[in-house]
Each structure stands twice: as C-alpha cells, then as structure tokens.
C-alpha cells in the first residue's frame, strides 16, 4: 500500500493484513511504555484544514507510538493565507521533510490531488462527503474484536445497520464500501430528504427504524452533519429526532445490541444519551481502536516507502 484514498484501492488481502497488525497495535497500546522503534527516522505530517478530535490526535499519537516524528499543520497562520495553493502548501511540506500526510478537507477528491501532484504518501483522513477510509478499518476492526473474528471470511454473517443523515456521510459511504468488499449484510436508514443514492443493488433501504433493523449485529448512528446541509433536510432537530433518532423509547430493544457512532455525538439529535453511553455502546472503543488501526495503516505503508528506498 502506498497510499490510503478510498477503500477502493485496499485489496482483501490489505484488509486482512491491516487486521492482524491492529491486533498487534492494540496489545502495544496495553503496554506500560507505549513506544516502539518501527518507525524511527520517518516524519508524518498532519494537515487537518476542517475541524477534528478523534482522527486528528489518533494520528498523531500513533505516529508517536511508532518513534515516527509529527509535523502538525495548521492552515490558520500558514502561508495559505498570503495566497499560497494547496499543491505548493503539500510540496513545500513534502520539501521539509515529510514521508507521508495526513490530510483532511471538506473539498472531495483533494487527498487525490495532492497525492497525483505531489507524490508523497497520502492518508485521507476525511474529504467532504467522499470518504474516510481509515474510520471504516477502524469501525470493522470494533466489530471484529467485538464478535472474535480473526479471519475476514467469517464478515459474511454480519448484519449492520447504519442509520441517519447517510446523504452527507463519508463514514457511511467508506463503511458501505467495506462491508460490501466483506460479503456483510447492510440495511441502511435514512429520511427521504438525507438518503443515500448509492449502492441500490448491495444495500437495502428502509425509510424508518423497525425489528429488522434492531436485530441487526451492529448499529451504527451517524452524526446529523449540519456543516453540510446549506439547505433544510428536516422541519426541526426535534422532529429529526422523533422520528430517526435512537431515542430512549428502543432503550430495552437495542440494550444488547453493540451500538457504535464515529463520533462526534450530538446527543439528542441522533442518539440518546441512555443509548450512547449504555453497557454495550461500543462508541469509546472505537475511538481506542482507532489508534490501534492508525498505526497498522502508517506501519503498511511506511515500511513499505521503507523497503522501496
Ligand atoms: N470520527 C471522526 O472523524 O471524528 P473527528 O471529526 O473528531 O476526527
């Protein structure tokens, strides 16, 4: 792997080794002192141009596990506001010094561009509605460590259910992908007004939640992504809720059920907090196996621009 744009390009056999390397990552994660030499001497430059917590901090602090250095960039201060273009801004960073970015942007298709002009090693760490691969690794590798699964193969049983604002949703689109790729059964929820135009002949859709739905092995919420909407999707958050909502009403139907959401919530507008922070949310888990998963993805392809050097 040389790059990480889409989970297009991640073959099965990546999937698998990403899995077993997250196994790995995550029993360093354990350990007292949490730093390995794997990636001594290499840099990682984190360019985050829209706002983030999870995937931006588990990025760097995997870096910093591995020995690589970090280089974070903030466009606010840089010379981008003198009127500098992106490619220049990633070629003078690639100038620097930087092995691979870590790039995130609310226009889709720019870690392309980047990686197209550029030639550095690019991770998308999220590009508008178009995808965030690494959030889909990270989200089967919570399932997998949920359910046992250590081969791939065994994926196919598994049935999820994403629901919410799918329309605006790159962690839907790049977890469809995945799943897809798995042999997964997928139901997808959603309004009319925040569907999801893709995939018809893999997916199912349902207009609402119902048994089939709440039977599901997984269900994922997604955050109403109200950066995205411009125009109205819904007559009020209130009303969104109601009726699309994981609202505390299903509480005693979804209480076995592992709940999972990438983050960040907005509590009583797509989930409740009875549901969120229940026994079986898996939702902190998947911020920690996140930096499991982050690591095996800079280890795959660092070592590999390692071996070619
Ligand atoms: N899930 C996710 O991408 O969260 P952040 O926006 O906090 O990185």
């Known amino acids: 792997m040389k790059s990480l744009l889409s989970v297009d390009h991640i073959s099965i056999t990546e999937i ?3 899995l077993d390397s997250s196994y790995s990552m995550l ?7 949490k730093k390995v030499p794997t990636l001594r001497g290499k840099v990682v430059s984190l360019m985050f141009f829209e706002p983030s917590t999870r995937t931006r901090i588990s990025f760097e602090i995997s870096a910093k596990f591995l020995s690589a250095d970090t280089v974070v960039f903030s466009p606010s201060g840089s010379s981008i506001e003198k009127g500098e273009n992106l490619i220049d801004t990633f070629s003078t960073i690639k100038s620097l010094g930087a092995d691979l970015v870590v790039v995130r942007h609310s226009k889709e298709g720019v870690p392309w561009v980047i990686q197209k002009n550029t030639k550095v090693p690019v991770v998308n760490a999220g590009d508008g ?28 049983d598994i049935q999820v259910s994403i629901i919410g604002d799918v329309l605006h ?29 893709f995939f018809h002949d893999r997916v199912r859709f349902k207009n609402f939640v119902d048994q089939e739905v ?4 997984f269900i994922i919420a997604l955050r109403l992504q109200k950066e995205r909407h411009g125009n109205c999707f819904y007559p009020s958050e209130r009303e969104y809720f109601e009726f699309w909502g994981l609202k505390e009403e299903i509480f005693e139907e979804v209480k076995d059920k592992f709940i999972m959401h990438p983050g960040p919530m907005n509590i009583g507008v797509e989930i409740d907090q009875s549901i969120a922070y229940s026994e079986n949310s898996l939702i902190f888990k998947q911020v920690r196996n996140g930096v499991a998963v982050r690591m095996a993805v800079l280890y795959h392809i660092l ?7």
Request: glycine share 4%.
């Open 16 to 18: 698998q080794d990403i």
């Open 27 to 33: 029993e360093i994660l354990g350990r007292d002192i």
């Open 129 to 156: 509605k178009n995808e965030h691969p690494t959030q889909a690794l990270l989200d089967l590798f919570t399932m997998a460590k949920q359910k046992n699964i250590r081969n791939i193969t065994d994926f196919k």
């Open 169 to 197: 949703s790159r962690v839907a689109r790049s977890d469809t992908k995945l799943f897809i790729k798995l042999g997964m059964k997928i139901i997808i929820v959603s309004s009319y007004t925040t569907g999801y135009p």
């Open 214 to 217: 709440l039977s599901s092995d």
């Open 303 to 309: 070592s590999r621009s390692r071996s070619a050097e």
